[in-house]
């Protein structure tokens, strides 16, 4: 077998006496790998690259596609750009896919049957980092859902499902309320779930899906989520199986993977070979199938479980009358070295035998909506706190066909008719729209803005309203 060329970063903290660890087990279990060694994190940022990588060792991870990175420093404040989320964006890795199983009774857990697979969006929603300030009192931060974006991760839960045996896909969103972004994103899984029939598939409103995972986790098998809930529970499930310092992530694009451990560099524990190097060693797992040595993947894992039921365990999970040993990084390593080709008893062996790397059709592009223009919010500073008012002077905007449908602060009808109780901020929506039934021009929306500047009002930024293929593609006010 040819040998695939990867990138391996060592971090920082304990980061580099776990990637020996892994790396030690893993070409001991006969990985098929080249390695080039580049240097992130710490000392780059520091030595004033605010990036936390060089333009070499950036050349590198683009020529090899394929990075192993341990853990790293950020730095406190000085504006140091966060080196994951850098990765992540610019080799559109889209897909986090983090398994959290629980290894009862070897690592305590409240959740002995825990075997959740969570697929996280990785670069869109919240996290495009669009905020402005947009009044003295209001600012706002875009949640971008697209299409495309949703189509992949959602085919990838599907394909990951069905790749490894895994026999239902839920998907978490928060659609009651964000109908237009979540609500895309749950249609997406409607649509794309109807072409795996057999697949089990279920749609849980985030809130009290978040609440049952945390209660009844075997109740799941993969979740897929948008980016912001999927960051946020996908700690939430590493760490009730037991430990978050047990498993590891993929960072999955369509050319390019980063696989790590989800835990941070513990400083504190760095250099005195006590890290446990599980988390790091299942991104190396997961690294193992992309590249398709499933073989391997699967004596390490078979190892490193049988390992791990012979009582053989580092500090952060040792338990007195459960646990034989007390080991330290490099003797955890040697262990599960030991125990290649050994499958582990009570806990279930693993097979990636049919589960290897999997590759997505090329996304394919819609053909373009009708759209039709029927209105405009006008988003407008005033720090007057009267609807009634602002009402008023919105309505000397009016003219042709074109008039003051509703005012709403934030989110909510205030005017007309709104309720004496509502509290206001100094940050106005006012909905234009045709009285006639006809579409309104990009000229009407310039004649508002003119008419607005002319009478002093402080537009801070417009939206328009549309139908796409004759479907309302904006949400109306919390109380309309
Ligand atoms: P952390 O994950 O480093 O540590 C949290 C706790 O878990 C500590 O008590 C630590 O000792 C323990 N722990 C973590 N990994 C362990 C392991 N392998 N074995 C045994 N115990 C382990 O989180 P933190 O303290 O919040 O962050 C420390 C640094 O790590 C920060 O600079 C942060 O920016 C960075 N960080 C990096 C990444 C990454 O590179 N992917 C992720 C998270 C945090």
Not at 41 to 70: C, M, P, Q
Not at 169 to 191: A, P, R, S, W, Y
Request: aromatic share 8%; with cysteine.
């Amino acid at each position: 077998m040819s040998k695939t060329r990867i990138t391996v970063a060592k971090g920082d903290g304990i980061g580099p006496e776990i990637m020996d660890a892994t790396l030690r087990i893993i070409l001991a279990a006969g990985a098929q790998i080249e390695i080039d060694e580049i240097e992130v994190g710490e000392k780059v940022y520091l030595a004033g690259n605010t990036a936390g990588i060089s333009k070499e060792a950036w050349d590198t991870i683009i020529r090899n596609k394929i990075f192993l990175k341990a853990p790293i420093t950020t730095p406190q404040g000085g504006g140091y750009k966060s080196l994951n989320v850098t990765t992540r964006k610019t080799l559109a890795l889209y897909a986090n896919v983090r398994p959290c199983r629980s290894l009862h009774p070897f690592v305590e857990t409240k959740h002995p049957v825990m075997d959740v697979v969570i697929i996280r969006e990785n670069e869109e929603d919240l996290y495009a980092g669009i905020e402005h300030q947009q009044t003295d009192e209001v600012v706002q931060c875009l949640k971008l859902i697209s299409r495309p974006g949703s189509e992949k991760i959602i085919r990838y839960a599907f394909e990951y499902a069905r790749a490894y045996n895994r026999k239902k896909v839920t998907c978490f969103t928060k659609d009651n309320i964000m109908k237009q972004t979540d609500g895309l994103f749950h249609k997406i899984f409607d649509e794309i779930g109807a072409e795996y029939p057999d697949i089990e598939k279920e749609h849980w409103i985030v809130d009290i899906g978040a609440a049952k995972l945390a209660d009844t986790p075997e109740a799941f098998d993969v979740i897929v989520m948008p980016n912001l809930y999927g960051d946020v529970l996908s700690d939430v499930a590493a760490q009730i199986t037991g430990s978050v310092g047990l498993a590891g992530s993929a960072n999955i694009g369509d050319e390019y993977a980063m696989f790590e451990a989800i835990h941070g560099s513990a400083p504190r524990r760095a250099g005195q070979n006590v890290a446990n190097p599980s988390g790091l060693l299942q991104g190396a797992i997961l690294m193992l199938i992309h590249i398709g040595q499933g073989d391997v993947a699967e004596r390490v894992q078979n190892a490193w479980l049988k390992t791990l039921e012979d009582g053989i365990h580092t500090y952060d999970i040792y338990k007195e009358g459960v646990s034989k040993q007390k080991v330290g990084t490099s003797e955890f390593a040697d262990a599960v070295i030991a125990r290649l080709g050994q499958m582990p008893k009570t806990l279930k062996p693993v097979s990636f035998k049919a589960g290897t790397a999997f590759k997505l059709p090329k996304y394919e592009r819609k053909a373009p909506a009708k759209k039709d223009l029927v209105g405009v919010d006008l988003f407008v500073h005033w720090p007057g706190f009267n609807p009634n008012e602002i009402g008023k002077m919105m309505e000397a905007l009016n003219h042709d066909n074109v008039y003051l449908d509703m005012i709403t602060n934030r989110g909510v009808k205030v005017y007309p008719d709104g309720f004496e109780a509502t509290f206001c901020t100094d940050h106005w929506r006012c909905r234009f729209k045709t009285n006639d039934g006809k579409n309104l021009t990009k000229q009407q929306i310039i004649d508002l803005l003119t008419k607005a500047e002319a009478h002093g009002i402080d537009v801070i930024k417009t939206e328009n309203l549309y139908y796409f293929n004759g479907e309302r593609a904006f949400s109306l006010g919390q109380g309309q």
